[in-house]
């Protein structure tokens, strides 16, 4: 049996051979745990911060990385309001924002603007939110699924579906859409976790463990395949950090544009998503 401090081991020689040097495997991530707690770990294996429960929260929705350090969505109660935490270094003490959104709360990665929807899926109405200033603009939408926001947070990427009824599975079609622009992406009969833009390219995570790289006008560029059913992506520089279900959820980084991928440690009975 291979010890942890081996394993440890292993997977840091891994990381440098294929990132070329040791910066990357001192790359954190934040792990989103079951329990509605969270963790930020180095990609050696080792946790970086104990356990972090957000005060006031009773579930986490998602875990994001932002500029500096990482921000967590959550609600206070369930189906109430989102809100966010910043976590940043060194000690990614929660700090909490006191921002309330009715649904699907999407922040820039530094921080600066917000977006979320209200009203029914029937009647959207997608808020954008300058943090600094308070200052809000309001659109009709369709359904929306997700967003995301690209790493300049210039733009926000949205997934819409049809108004769910007796003649529509719900969420599919899914279709990617630019906030603003007068055509849409691409739709997509099936996707499996939350697109997210990396530099010129939308990365969309498909069935069978693809992810299919996009143009912004909809021209598929490349397709990487991951050791499992996507349940996450995220991207560092050059890297994926991909949380895959082949049985049991796994956690694997590898090169944006695909090829070998390693293992990172991972507790699959606590643990459900991580990002970076």
């Known amino acids: 049996m291979i010890h942890d401090s081996m394993r440890r081991l292993l997977v840091v020689l891994a990381l440098m051979a294929t990132a070329g040097s040791s910066v990357e495997w001192r790359a ?12 930020v770990y180095d990609t050696g294996g080792d946790a970086v911060t104990g356990v972090i429960r957000l005060p006031g929260v009773s579930r986490v929705l998602r875990v994001a990385a932002a500029d500096d350090g990482f921000h967590v969505v959550a609600e206070a109660v369930e189906w109430g309001p989102d809100t966010y935490f910043r976590l940043r270094p060194p000690g990614y003490e929660p700090e909490p924002t006191g921002i309330l959104a009715a649904h699907g709360l999407a922040i820039t990665r530094d921080g600066t603007r917000a977006a979320y929807v209200t009203g029914t899926p029937e009647d959207a109405t997608l808020v954008v939110r300058d943090l600094r200033t308070g200052r809000e603009t309001t659109a009709k939408s369709e359904p929306v699924y997700r967003m995301t926001w690209t790493p300049d947070g210039a733009r926000l990427l949205l997934s819409t579906h049809p108004i769910c009824d007796d003649t529509s599975d719900c969420l599919s079609p ?31 995570p498909k069935r069978g463990g693809i992810i299919e790289h996009y143009s912004p006008g909809g021209r598929l560029l490349r397709r990487v395949r991951t050791p499992g059913e996507i349940v996450q992506i995220s991207v560092r520089g050059d890297r994926l950090l991909v949380v895959v279900n082949d049985g049991e959820t796994r956690l694997v980084t590898g090169p944006l544009t695909g090829g070998e991928w390693h293992d990172l440690p991972w507790d699959a009975a606590t643990m459900e998503t991580a990002a970076w």
Not at 31 to 38: A, E, K, L, S
Not at 181 to 201: L, Q, S, Y
């Open 174 to 204: 899914e279709t990617l859409r630019f906030h603003g622009a007068d055509r849409p992406v691409k739709t997509f009969r099936t996707v499996t976790a939350a697109p997210v833009v990396a530099g010129d390219r939308i990365l969309v």
């Open 28 to 39: 954190v991530f934040l792990v989103q745990n079951r329990d509605h707690t969270v963790r």
